[in-house]
């Protein structure tokens, strides 16, 4: 009976346990769960980092202006920015997450990780861990194991979806995925991996879902390059053996917990934040032309 | 309820629902997910609809245009999968498929699925009711078939068969399953009334034989049956 995904806790246990590492629990998970072999998931995977690295290269290369045109190659901007506000490294990721996530809004081809709205910061995070730290290729798909692992978990226990727990939900997750994966990759333990997705989700706590105009444009884009560098603050915490104190269990209950109390307006509707100010509503007025027919209520 | 959504899932997330799908933006709910929901009912009516009505529900209803939902449905129902590049200019090219389609929205239907959709499709003489919900990263649900509840999620092999209801049938397909060697993850049965018309939605780990399908079509209380291999092939 492969283990099931329920809490960070006995994923540890059973790693241990087992005695193999926290990326082999999710493979045997994918292997008795869904039945496919070690060849054809290596392979999924292998496909998704090629998309991902696409992804980046086609933000940075290609025109990027969304239909609305809010969205009109800002990756690119940031990328060829004269003045590094960090590092020449820092200015790649944030312009490698805002690439992505543009070919994302523009309706170009993209692995949702673990959604689409979110599709901006595992390739940023990882396009720019390799380059750095010159990690190799079959490192960087054990750390997509990791990362889905840490998803599933999320999953269960809170939401992946801005429709349901705000774009925590879908951003937040993504952080964690990608802070995981960093931390991996650096030769982390469990306790320092678990430290930084804790670490990063109470970076992201709270977050809403309020996209101007219901697109998946603004502010989308530019939270997949803050919460790309959240990945990276939180790694770095995390990998010093900092503590989140809160356990990460504990932590992703507080993210299902607020996910379940948050306002209808603040989930995808389009009727609250960023997207209910008067520039959103102006911009919703201009972009969304057809008429749509909205029928009353039905009764429950 | 973000947790009661999750953990009333019937079936358990692959990976490649957490890394993936690979899709065409921008949005995993309102495009991938409407992709395949549009997808698992093509596959239940059989063929390119001619005429197709959707509507778009609660979250769906305001945003379905901005997250180019009505392009996935679009695409999906002409069978392009979710990583397709055309859907992007599926509206265009629903004329040379032969479809004509109709969009409608309802804001605040409480009792559903944040993001709900329903769609019926017209082909001659078929015509087929779908209510499919997107639940986030492509993942769906198809809650309800020409009014039966149904939920599934189409990732396995699905079987939906309409049967009169008779006592003993479900052990009976039950039986024959077993012997083609089909492990049934999930069944759901739901019916019109006492003695009248019901539905039986069974997913599979395995693929039936056609020999097994035929069989049951033959028999003379089973009135149609629907069977889906895998929405994403």
Redesign the interface.
Known sequence: MSFLFESFADWKKHAEEKNISLHEVVLEYEREQKGRNKEQIMEGLARAWEVMKDAVHTGLTEEMTSRSGMINNGAKKVYNYPTPVLSKEFQNLISRALAAKEVNSCMGRVVAAPTAGASGIMPGVLVTLQEIHKIDDQKILEAMLLAAGIALIMEQRASISGAVGGCQAETGTAAAMGSGAIVYCLGGNTDQIFNAVAITVQCMLGLVCDPVAGLVEIPCVVRNASAAAIANSSAQIGLANVSSVIPVDEVIEAMGEIGASMETRYKETALGGLAATKTGQAIAKRVLIRDIEILPDEKS | ???????IMAE?????????????????????GVVRIARAALKLLGDIPEEAEITFY??F???Y????SD?AVIGGLMDFKT?D?R??NSLDLAGEFGLSYK?????????MH??TIRLVLKKGEKQIEVLGES????IINIAEVNGFKADFTANLHTLIIFADDVKGSIAFIANILAHDECNIATMSVSRKGKNDLACQVIEM?SGIKGVTLAYLESLSWVKQIIYIPDIDK
Do not use: L, W
């Not at chain 2, 490649?16 to 921008?26: A, E, N, R, S, Y």
């Not at chain 2, 639940?135 to 492509?138: I, Y």
């Open positions: 309820m973000a947790s009661t959504y999750s953990q358990k997330s692959s990976i490649f629902d957490m890394i993936g799908p690979v899709m065409i933006g921008p949005s995993s709910s309102h495009t991938a609660n979250s209803a305001r945003t245009e901005g997250h180019s392009r990583d590049k859907i992007k969009f409608k929205s309802v804001g605040n239907a409480s009792t944040p993001n639940k986030g990263g492509g780990d």
